[in-house]
């Protein structure tokens, strides 16, 4: 018991350690980067809003922006947690000199880093919307809650595959990011289940990220939309990407070559 | 106590396998300065790297009641674009030691004065040495491991090296990586040449020496 507290003292002290670090690497020590994280998603949600607003695209009872915005922001944190997965061992490999610091940890650190940022974006670009009149405040933020809880555990989980993954094929690093395109359309992203048809429905109702999403706009939107969701999707698929990670990182850490 | 026991490494090369090290067995006790003989690429490195569990064995294991040093030598350990502060408070939190401690033992011990403001990267090899073996006795280990080219500093380090180690911490273990006979009679107790994949253990240093200057 001593020995597991031991432990876990280490371990807390080593990723916050790492946690600095990365910030510090990433971002360099005046935070402009970090700002950056938040302005990203918003201008973007802007522009795309603009757009449609000039196409009128529209036809639901939202605002656009609002609309892109409350998708963007996870997408974002997904896709920029997805890329930062790859290859992260490598990259990290001298740090692998220090025994306690272990494999998981570079994926626990890069993943919260862009987790955390999410949701500073999401509350900084929430702040300034409601504060404009775009955005409603959300109806129920319970379920905002527990939807990016469950859209960042589905996150986190597939950067625990994709990083050992990605240090075992070369192939698989450069599929990454158009695969982080081609899943849009089934991220729930940009649309809503109720506008799509019921065969098209059946399908998308087995898409973790749609799942999370549905609940993080009904907790914005409330009553306005229709959402459909199963929490038990995103928390399943989760449950059994994770000890898959686990196994591939362990595997690969005996065969890892540390420079 | 630390224990080798049939470690194997190979590395992938090509469609084959390059194995480097085929069943090593030894032991180092705790005050014990062993010196790892070689030619290059015989191993050495490998060897001091699965002791330090920065590479995993293939078979075998590694047994180790001590706390072990990182393997202390050019590569790894540090953040390059860190600052010398910076890596020496990044590994103070991750060894779980006073941070102003550290640095004051670092600023004494390394004589780098301003430097340490600026990144690792921007410093001489001698200047790595110095922070990398000053980071390491402020961390209080039962067992270094020393890859022998970081020994490369001036008369002035030498010196404080040979105090800090053997004087001030003389029932501290040791294992150094080297294919220099000076270096290895000025440091080290024991020897063990690595051939082959295969190690064998002499007491008497010049007849571990003798051993290996016919490889």
């Known amino acids: ?259 | 106590m630390i224990r080798c026991e049939n470690l194997c490494k190979s590395y992938p090369m090509g469609h084959g396998r390059k194995r480097v090290l085929e069943g090593v067995n030894f032991e180092v006790m705790p005050g014990e300065h062993i010196g790892v003989l070689g030619r290059n690429g015989a191993g050495k490195t490998t060897l001091i790297k699965l002791i330090g569990a920065v590479e995993m064995p293939t078979s075998g294991r590694v047994i180790c009641d001590m706390r072990v040093s990182w393997p202390l030598g050019f590569a790894g350990g540090f953040q390059g674009s860190l600052t010398g502060y910076d890596n020496a408070r990044f590994i103070a939190r991750i060894y779980d030691r006073n941070y102003a401690d550290i640095r004051e033992f670092v600023e004494d011990f390394t004589e780098l004065g301003r430097q340490l403001k600026m990144p690792v990267k921007t410093y001489s090899s001698g200047m790595r040495a110095r922070l990398a073996f000053a980071l390491s006795l402020a961390i209080e280990f039962e067992c270094y491991l020393i890859d022998e080219v970081i020994l490369v500093g001036d008369q002035n380090f030498h010196r404080k090296c040979h105090y800090e180690l053997f004087e001030k911490r003389g029932d501290r273990a040791l294992i150094l990586a080297s294919h220099n006979a000076e270096v290895i009679r000025e440091f080290c107790n024991r020897t063990i040449v690595l051939n082959g994949g295969k190690t064998t253990a002499y007491d008497d240093i010049d007849e571990g020496l003798a051993v290996y200057n016919t490889l």
């Not at chain 1, 757009?51 to 997904?78: D, K, Q």
């Not at chain 1, 009904?218 to 939309?225: E, H, I, L």
């Open chain 1, 1 to 259: 018991m001593a020995t597991l507290r031991a432990g876990w003292r280490i371990q807390t002290k080593v990723i916050s350690a790492l946690m600095t670090r990365e910030l510090i690497t990433r971002f360099g020590r005046e935070n402009i980067g970090f700002l950056w994280m938040m302005v990203e998603p918003l201008l973007f949600a802007v522009l795309v809003g603009l757009m449609w607003t000039i196409l009128r695209i529209t036809e639901h009872n939202i605002n656009v922006i609002a609309f892109v915005v409350t998708g963007y922001i996870p997408l974002t944190m997904f896709r920029s947690a997805v890329g930062r997965s790859v290859k992260a061992f490598t990259t990290n490999s001298s740090l692998l000199y220090h025994r306690h610091i272990k494999i998981v940890d570079f994926i626990l650190v890069r993943f919260a880093i862009e987790m955390i940022g999410g949701m500073m974006a999401y509350i900084f670009i929430g702040a300034i919307l409601i504060g404009l009149g775009i955005l409603p405040v959300p109806a129920d933020i319970l379920y905002l809650i527990l939807g990016w809880l469950l859209y960042c555990l589905f996150t986190f989980s597939v950067c625990l595959v994709l990083a050992p993954a990605s240090e075992m094929s070369e192939v698989l690093e450069k599929f990454v990011p158009v695969t982080t395109y081609v899943m849009i359309p089934v991220s729930g992203t940009f649309t809503m289940m109720s506008w799509l048809p019921q065969k098209v429905r059946e399908v998308l109702y087995w898409s973790p990220p749609v799942n999370a999403m549905e609940m993080m706009r009904y907790g914005v939107f409330g009553n306005r939309v229709t959402p459909y969701f199963d929490a038990t999707v995103p928390l399943v698929v989760s449950m059994v990407l994770l000890p898959i990670g686990l196994t591939m990182c362990r595997r690969v850490r005996r065969t890892l070559v540390v420079e």
